[in-house]
């Protein structure tokens, strides 16, 4: 079976294909960039991370664009508390969020665009949907006139039709409950940044950075649109209505949503001391690559629930991948290659990824890696693996680190690099030919204290990070 989605818009899983068969047109709505990302975010952020790679390994090219929100409510309210200029606010958690996400391996999207870089497009957009009937200026503010778009509430699948017409909400986020005209455009406020506009002074509302800055990098109509799933109604409802009230043609093919992540089965919260960003989980000494393979194993349509112990085993999991390449790598294996192995291999291939195909089923997919690990270890301990099967085995774990890519350990603050470590190694060989017993103890008492456990086999030294 092909590569399929669940697309949030038909409420069916559908066979992908791009507009132009080739390239991928896609958007993510990016981080508001008023704090610290917490690791919700990032499980969204990983999701897309995992569909990028999928989408690649699928022979597609990508044109992924990512939006940062650096001029919204809440960053003018924090801006203000720590007493600091709007610009020098963002910047700061515009970077520790791009450092976040390198530090979790997360691939930067073609372009990562700034809402206030774009003030122009979004002025454009609310001129565009004026002249198209779709507006109205209160108290100096642009609002959208939700019934004049018939098709509002497609996306989240509400029935909108007896809505109070007129009633509006000058706030970014709301519920369903208090769907009303939305703020295009708000007027300039004392002590609030503003910009002397066409459409008066004042700053863009949220939803419309969204749409004017998709259709000038991406056209009328791309093909995956991604998001938390919290970012359904209203944001990305109101993002169709803007777009496709400018455009009349369809905005997004493809609708793809990330479900949330619960800490111990309850929601995130700094209320109930639950709230974790990234920079909290390495402090207490986790590895990036088992932070970003429990965030990845879930698929992402189904809850999370993140604990210490699905962590653990995460990083027990890491381990057991390093161990088995580490094992194809080093381990003699009988001259010949065993035709059963061969097909055990192109059967786990097969299975990994019809997997990913199947919705990003990441479970699964890594189900069909540790299956056959198992089988075979099993193999290679009764000798049935031999020295020719294992560049297939090989292959298929690289096929797998380049979706999951978890297996190459991440340096450690004050650790070694593999050049050094290898360096070490030498030098205790070395002296240990020359007899030099008290300095062959020294050297592996500094590795153990980095973290590098070695180990003298027949074939020479072996090493891996603990
Ligand atoms: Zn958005």
């Known amino acids: ?106 691939e930067r999207p073609e372009r990562v665009v700034a809402a206030t870089k774009h003030i122009p497009e979004m002025v454009e957009a609310v001129q565009q949907l004026t002249e198209r009937g779709h507006t109205y200026v209160s108290d100096g503010s642009v609002y959208y006139r939700i019934s004049t778009f ?53 700053r863009p509302g949220w ?26 109604f209203p944001h990305h409802e109101n993002e169709i209505a803007q777009a496709e009230g400018i455009s009349g043609k369809q905005f997004v093919r493809f609708w793809l949503h ?31 690559e088992a932070i970003r393979y429990l965030l990845a194993s879930v698929p992402y349509r189904k809850k999370l629930n993140f604990t210490f112990e699905g962590l653990q085993a995460a990083a027990h999991s890491i381990d057991r991948l390093r161990n088995y390449e580490l094992r194809l790598k080093t381990d003699k294996f009988a001259e010949g290659s065993n035709p059963a192995m061969e097909e055990r291999t192109h059967k786990a291939i097969a299975a990994f990824e019809e997997a990913l195909d199947d919705d990003l089923n990441t479970a699964e997919a890594l189900g069909a890696v540790f299956e056959y690990i198992r089988d075979t270890n099993t193999a290679m301990d009764a000798g049935d693996f031999l020295a020719g099967n294992a560049a297939g085995a090989l292959a298929f774990l690289a096929r797998f680190d380049a979706v999951f890519d978890v297996l190459k350990p991440s340096a450690k603050e004050g650790g070694l690099s593999d050049e050094e470590v290898e360096t070490l190694i030498a030098e205790r060989t070395s002296a240990k030919k020359a007899r030099n017993f008290s ?14 456990v070695i180990e003298d086999t027949k074939e020479g030294v072996r090493w891996k990070r603990a």
């Open 258 to 288: 990330a479900e949330h992540l619960s800490i111990d089965a309850q929601k995130m919260s700094k209320s109930l001391g639950n709230f974790y960003t990234l920079r909290d989980l390495l402090k207490q000494g986790f590895a990036p």
């Open 207 to 232: 939803h419309i950075e969204c749409s004017a800055m998709a259709m000038k990098y991406l056209g009328d109509t791309l093909d995956i649109h991604t998001g938390g799933v919290d970012l359904t």
């Open 439 to 452: 300095r062959a103890d020294e050297i592996r008492a500094e590795l153990s204290a980095k973290g590098i």
């Open 1 to 106: 079976m092909a590569l399929r989605f669940y697309n949030t818009l038909t409420q069916l899983v559908e066979p992908f294909s791009t507009l132009d068969g080739k390239t991928v047109r896609m958007y993510t709505c990016g981080p508001t960039v008023y704090n610290f990302v917490h690791i919700g975010n990032l499980r969204t952020f990983t999701f897309q991370d995992i569909l990028r790679r999928w989408l690649r390994a699928r022979g597609y090219s990508l044109n992924h664009v990512m939006n940062i929100t650096d001029i919204e409510d809440k960053i003018i309210r924090d801006a203000k508390a720590a007493g600091k200029p709007i610009e020098e606010y963002t910047a700061v958690y515009t970077q520790a969020f791009l450092d976040d996400t390198a530090t979790l391996r997360l």
């Open 150 to 202: 018939p098709g509002y509430g497609k996306l989240s699948h509400n029935d909108f039709s007896g809505i109070r017409a007129g009633a509006r909400v000058d706030v970014d986020e709301y519920d369903k409950d208090d769907a009303r005209d939305f703020v295009l455009w708000k007027a300039a406020k004392e002590g609030e940044p503003s910009w002397d506009t066409a459409v008066g002074p004042g």
